[in-house]
């Protein structure tokens, strides 16, 4: 069966926060997922971790390259996804558990749109920091194009908190 989501990890010296985005990641709830891993040619112990986890979970496939910077990992993971859909996520982040089944339903529900893009928070010790897009926030179930808001989009150039 093809992935619906290929979820494309770049690793490069992530080893003390690795294991718990890995955990959020096998974790979800759409089952139809495959986790590629780049290892960037990261000088810590990432790959010791990302080679625990892929002997314990076939949909983790783990790839190592000389470093090649964040752009280049995911150029690398984007050539190897089979998903219908694309997701990029840190080394040093989590997600939860239910985000990439809501963002699936979303995905139906909005007619199979290019890019769903959506609202996360930054949680620094003792507390939360909205990020650039909170003032751009739509009510629920409100969907825009590009020409529409360009500034939900544009704002914050990152290739994560987005359904591609």
């Known amino acids: 069966m093809e992935p619906k989501v290929s979820i494309i990890i770049p690793v490069y010296n ?8 890995l955990d959020s990641v096998v974790g979800q709830t759409l089952r ?17 971790i990302l080679n625990r986890y892929a002997a314990q979970d076939d949909r983790i496939r783990v790839i190592s390259q000389e470093n090649r910077g964040l752009g280049g990992a995911r150029n ?11 997701f990029f996520l840190d080394g040093d982040d989590t997600i939860s558990p239910e985000a990439l089944s809501i963002l699936s339903q979303a995905v139906e529900k909005f007619h199979h749109p290019d890019v769903i893009a959506f609202f996360l928070e ?17 009510p629920p179930d409100q969907v825009c194009t590009l020409a529409q808001c360009p500034a939900m989009l544009l704002d914050t150039p990152s290739a994560c908190a987005r359904l591609w």
Do not use: N
């Open 76 to 86: 690398t993971g984007l050539e190897a996804a089979q998903g219908e859909y694309l």
């Open 122 to 138: 930054l949680w620094p010790e003792g507390g939360s920091v909205p990020t650039g897009l909170q003032r751009h926030r739509l």
């Open 32 to 48: 139809g997922i495959e986790i590629i891993c780049v290892d960037d040619g990261s000088p810590d112990r990432s790959i010791d």
């Open 14 to 21: 992530v080893e003390p926060f690795l294991a718990r985005c």
